[in-house]
């Protein structure tokens, strides 16, 4: 069974610029969470999406959108980029939503987004 | 204040020492916690997961929660070099609009050498 898959992998951008992150959850899984992960703040919760629904949101500005197609497929953007929104980027699915249990979520590689 | 306080290391033991490794928290809704290993350029993978107080056994792996005390651990039996990764911590709570969140540690660096 294939893995979460996140593209692109790595991508650099200048502030101001706009950027689409990509997720494909594994075959079956209904639930995708965004996560921003850096050295200083470690893994830190966007978003998450469940049958095309938002279902919980981080604290992070509205700059940062996401949406949920109907085969499970999730993008992330971020709009006005800034300096600080350098960062790596984690998806991950699960069977169900976070927000109903405690289902193993799976991650993906992560985006590495770099903002000059 | 952080949710969750996790010292971020690096931790370098020779191959085959014990390690502890530890998570302390301030929101007492947390009710599931669980304990992910990420290899570099990789994604977290979960390793342990445990509800409420108590300990729980994986083969070399133990993990600990005290509610009481608000701490989590984690502990690798017999470290192997293929150990050497960062350990999160991560717990789920009740939101104020009923939904779970999972917050995670800031990870811990553990070097094992052979």
């Known amino acids: 069974k294939a893995g979460v898959t996140q593209t692109p992998r790595y991508l650099i951008k200048t502030r101001g610029q706009q950027v689409t992150l990509s997720c494909s959850p594994i075959?079956?899984?209904?639930?995708v969470s965004w996560y921003q992960q850096t050295p200083g703040q470690g893994l830190q919760f966007l978003f998450e999406?469940?049958?095309?629904?938002?279902?919980n949101k981080g604290n992070f500005p509205g700059r940062f959108s996401g949406r949920q197609f109907s085969n499970s497929r999730s993008e992330m953007n971020v709009s006005t980029l800034e300096l600080g929104d350098s960062a790596l980027y984690l998806c991950a699915s699960s069977l169900v939503t976070i927000a109903g249990g405690t289902d193993t979520q799976y991650f993906g590689p992560g985006t590495r987004l770099t903002v000059l | 204040q952080k949710e969750v306080e996790q010292d971020p290391g690096p931790l370098s033991v020779p191959e085959g020492a014990i390690v502890s490794l530890n998570c302390t928290y301030s929101?007492?809704?947390?009710?599931?916690f669980m304990w992910y290993r990420q290899y570099s350029r990789k994604g977290p993978e979960l390793l342990m997961y445990?509800?409420?107080?108590g300990n729980k056994e994986d083969g070399r792996f133990t993990a600990q929660v005290d509610k009481s005390s608000k701490y989590i651990s984690l502990f690798i039996r017999d470290s192997q070099p293929s150990d050497s990764a960062t350990y999160l911590c991560a717990m789920t709570g009740i939101t104020n609009t009923g939904f779970q969140k999972l917050v995670f540690g800031t990870g811990t660096r553990l070097l094992v050498s052979p």
């Open positions: 929101n007492s809704a947390f009710q599931y």
């Open positions: 999406y469940f049958s095309e629904t938002q279902r």
């Open positions: 445990t509800y409420s107080s």
């Open positions: 075959s079956g899984h209904r639930s």
